[in-house]
């Protein structure tokens, strides 16, 4: 979003502050990810595609990548949707894996 060096694209107040019409209730996931890089785990699976909207727009692909990865791998495994237990259950095996090894 600010990385395209496209700055005259975006909606700025009288004052210059960069005005950004984004739905605040995913906010807070795109700013810790921005903080420490993680995926976050979402209360019901169906919130990632929203997510997965929010990371498209700040041009986070590193997040929407690790959204299809999680969402793509746990439906292979499971051969099902998701639910909330097979995320929690996912994301705390792959922070095992990357404590201890």
């Known amino acids: 979003m600010f990385s395209t060096g496209n700055h005259d694209a975006l909606c700025k107040d009288e004052e210059g502050y960069v005005f950004i019409d984004r739905d605040g209730e995913y906010f807070t996931y795109i700013l810790n990810y921005m903080r ?24 986070l692909e590193g997040l929407a990548g690790g959204i299809d990865l999680l969402l793509n791998n746990k439906k292979k495994e499971l051969g099902k949707e998701l639910t909330r237990r097979d995320i929690m259950m996912y994301s705390l095996s792959l922070v095992t894996l990357l404590f201890w090894d």
């Open 36 to 59: 420490d890089g993680d995926v976050p785990t979402l209360q019901d699976s169906s919130e990632y595609s929203q997510l997965l909207k929010e990371a498209h727009y700040f041009e």
